[in-house]
């Protein structure tokens, strides 16, 4: 199980990637001069690591397996992995936290979502589909340890 430390440094990495921070060049003329763009950008992002939104662990990381509650109105008790949502996902719904999670608003409530890839193709509580995956409320999911069946 990776410790709160190694996901926070994994989600401040991919934080850092997709912000294209880079290090701010040493000034050491007109010290009195305004913070260069790249100082600016890298302790914004500094910042928002440390607030506690992006201090709070994730109940899941890439590559975790999961499995769906029997109660959850769609893809009742099946099994996936935790995985980033593909680029399509993206464009439509935004961006997720970290590529990982993101807050979905609907006549249902605000929930945290995770994108599940399927171990089967799954219909959806309407009836259609089947879909290899979707996202998937982390009060719904609970983690499968590799003894699990």
Same mark, same amino acid.
């Given at each position: 199980?990776?410790? =709160?430390?190694?996901?926070?440094?994994? +989600?401040? =990495?991919? +934080?850092?990637?997709?912000?294209?921070?880079?290090?701010?060049?040493?000034?050491?003329?007109?010290?009195?001069?305004?913070?260069?763009?790249?100082?600016? =950008?890298?302790?914004?992002?500094?910042?928002?690591?440390?607030?506690?939104? /992006?201090?709070?662990?994730?109940?899941?990381?890439?590559?975790?397996?999961?499995?769906?509650?029997?109660?959850?109105?769609?893809?009742?008790?099946?099994?996936?992995?935790?995985?980033?949502?593909?680029?399509?996902?993206?464009?439509?719904?935004?961006?997720?936290? +970290?590529?990982?999670?993101?807050?979905?608003?609907?006549?249902?409530?605000?929930?945290?979502?995770? /994108?599940? /890839?399927?171990?089967?193709?799954?219909?959806?509580?309407?009836?259609?589909?089947?879909?290899?995956?979707?996202?998937? /409320?982390?009060?719904?999911?609970? =983690?499968?340890?590799?003894?699990?069946?």
């Amino acid at each position: 199980m990776r410790s =709160l430390l190694a996901r926070q440094f994994f +989600c401040f =990495l991919g +934080c850092i990637h997709r912000d294209h921070v880079i290090p701010a060049k040493k000034e050491t003329q007109n010290q009195d001069r305004e913070p260069s763009i790249q100082f600016r =950008l890298r302790e914004s992002t500094v910042q928002r690591l440390q607030s506690e939104e /992006w201090m709070t662990e994730k109940k899941f990381t890439v590559g975790d397996r999961a499995r769906v509650s029997e109660d959850f109105f769609w893809a009742r008790g099946a099994g996936g992995m935790i995985s980033v949502p593909p680029p399509e996902v993206v464009t439509l719904s935004g961006t997720w936290d +970290c590529g990982l999670v993101r807050e979905e608003t609907s006549a249902l409530g605000t929930n945290t979502v995770y /994108w599940v /890839w399927f171990d089967e193709p799954q219909y959806d509580a309407d009836g259609e589909g089947p879909y290899r995956g979707g996202s998937i /409320w982390e009060s719904a999911l609970s =983690l499968v340890h590799a003894g699990d069946a």
